[in-house]
């Protein structure tokens, strides 16, 4: 389709895992061996899919298709998992001409809930015989849950042999503080790009984007992030130039849509924006941020446009961090409130209550010790999370 990159094509099915009529099964076929990067979830409990993925990686580096699924999550399933994660990949394997070792699963859905495979043989044959249907947002919605709107991005970058396309698919609104959620990602390109240089850019990429965005701090046994590079545009990138530029497009649309997991957080309304500056070093930063987009009371604050900055820098106080709290700084929505360690500007806050409306809030917090710095991305903690949360199974 014309946002998938050149050499890949996508089909669909409603196998009916959870709801009847929706597509629920999703394949991406490449019409040659990819490239694969891939980052995991640090969960110890990791699922039967996640742990296929990473054999793939480690033993041979390539693949042909990805196969996505929701409804289950095939996790904390044991060898019955596995062995039923390895049986759909044959299944596939069956009906397209591809290797099973050449397809990787990912599945989203109930931990402990084991992939029903009766259904699964019922819709293989018309997922196999859907390829070339649907397009990004098409196999997109085939992996939602909770998910609000399908999340997916496209870009293009012209390199020095000609121009290449990045597409971007994920899902993901709960269970997600991605470490490496059910948090699900592939990102596919038509250049050329070696084994080493593309893991390697595409942690990178990953560090500085999905790793750094929380709904609810939960990171999942599912979360994967897969990227395949085929090279059918012909397009190589092997020069130092060439491979920043792909570097800096993978970053940037991997932004884009790690943003719309945080937009689309379960009972969010807003996105918070937190940046840190003046640390003793990034690390320290790192801390700070992440203590601040954590704090339950920070992200029902801002849900409820209460300009509580003593929440925010009570949670910078208990991060971890090392630095002098006579130095801190602290703006919300630009509006400077704390300074040196005390509170400026008290006539402000109603002014503070309108710009608190605004769907993204931006938290700057200034530690005054140092060169390290941070930004992270937060959800705040609305009464629809509780509702969609406590409910989940039924």
Not at 193 to 204: I, S
Not at 291 to 297: A, I, N, W
Request: aromatic share 6%; glycine share 10%.
């Amino acid at each position: 389709m014309d946002d998938l990159p050149k050499g890949f094509k996508a089909g669909a099915a409603a196998a009916n895992f959870k709801k009847a009529g929706r597509d629920d099964l999703g394949l991406i076929v490449s019409d040659r061996p990819c490239v694969l990067a891939g980052m995991f979830t640090r969960n110890l409990f990791k699922a039967a899919p996640v742990l296929a993925c990473q054999e793939i990686l480690k033993t041979s580096g390539t693949a042909r298709a990805v196969l996505a699924n929701s409804g289950q999550a095939n996790a904390c399933t044991g060898e019955e998992g596995l062995d039923n994660c390895r049986a759909t990949q044959n299944m596939v394997a069956e009906a397209t001409g591809l290797e099973a070792q050449e397809i990787l699963p990912i599945s989203t859905g109930v931990v402990g809930a084991h992939l029903k495979m009766d259904l699964w043989r019922k819709a293989v044959p018309a997922l196999t015989q859907s390829l070339g249907s649907r397009d990004a947002e098409g196999f997109t919605r085939a992996f939602m849950t909770t998910d609000a709107f399908p999340k997916f991005a496209m870009r293009e970058v012209t390199l020095s042999g000609g121009t290449v396309r990045l597409t971007v698919m994920a899902k993901g609104a709960g269970m997600i503080c991605p470490n490496m959620a059910t948090m699900l990602c592939v990102a596919l390109t038509d250049a050329a790009v070696e084994r080493e240089p593309w893991q390697a850019m595409f942690g990178r990429a990953v560090d500085k984007t999905f790793n750094r965005v929380s709904v609810d701090g939960d990171t999942s046994t599912n979360d994967t992030i897969l990227g395949l590079a085929n090279g059918a545009s012909g397009a190589a990138a092997r020069t130092e130039a060439d491979l920043a530029l792909l570097e800096e497009a993978l970053t940037a649309i991997l932004g884009t849509v790690s943003h719309m997991l945080v937009m689309d957080g379960e009972g969010a309304s807003k996105v918070i924006h937190i940046s840190v500056s003046g640390a003793r070093n990034d690390a320290d930063a790192e801390l700070v941020a992440r203590s601040v987009g954590h704090s339950q009371l920070v992200k029902t604050a801002i849900y409820g446009g209460d300009a509580n900055w003593g929440r925010i820098v009570t949670a910078v106080g208990y991060s971890g961090a090392s630095f002098d709290p006579a130095k801190v700084g602290l703006r919300l929505c630009g509006v400077e409130r704390f300074r040196l360690g005390r509170p400026v500007n008290d006539d402000q806050e109603e002014k503070l209550a309108e710009l608190l409306k605004a769907r993204d809030v931006d938290v700057d917090i200034n530690l005054g010790d140092g060169p390290g710095s941070y930004t992270f991305q937060a959800s705040d903690l609305g009464h629809e999370y509780v509702t969609l949360n406590s409910d989940y199974r039924s």
